[in-house]
């Protein structure tokens, strides 16, 4: 089956930038689309970022302006570039993948992203 790895977590501090990415165990043709979400302790884990193929790019509210979602097709890979971090930003990242037949979903293992001074 599909398995996502993700990459690029840690401690930085406000005002800082990260860079996550998420590769795919093997190619896939056909991806609806793949995407970030985070989950700070003891809350929901929400969208953060998504591309669906050939249709649109979405962002969070708390984001826009500051990260920034790309693929590259030829790797399997999603990127997260985060800018100007927040305290608030803090959370687990998870990388999200939904393939077009089917509709199968795989998520990563997650990466934790930590803001603090």
């Known amino acids: 089956q599909v398995q996502l790895v993700e990459s690029g977590g840690g401690l930085v501090q406000p005002g800082g930038s990260l860079r996550l990415s998420c590769a795919a165990s093997?190619?896939?043709?056909?991806?609806?689309?793949m995407g970030w979400y985070r989950q700070a302790p003891g809350k929901q884990r929400d969208v953060v970022a998504y591309?669906?193929?050939?249709?649109?790019?979405n962002y969070a509210d708390s984001v826009k302006g500051r990260f920034t979602i790309s693929r590259d097709n030829a790797k399997n890979t999603v990127y997260l570039q985060m800018n100007s971090l927040k305290p608030e930003d803090t959370a687990v990242y998870y990388c999200?993948?939904?393939?077009?037949?089917?509709?199968?979903?795989?998520w990563g293992q997650g990466t934790q992203v930590t803001v603090s001074s």
């Open positions: 093997a190619r896939i043709s056909n991806i609806y689309a």
């Open positions: 999200n993948l939904i393939v077009a037949l089917g509709g199968s979903t795989f």
């Open positions: 591309i669906i193929t050939g249709r649109s790019t």
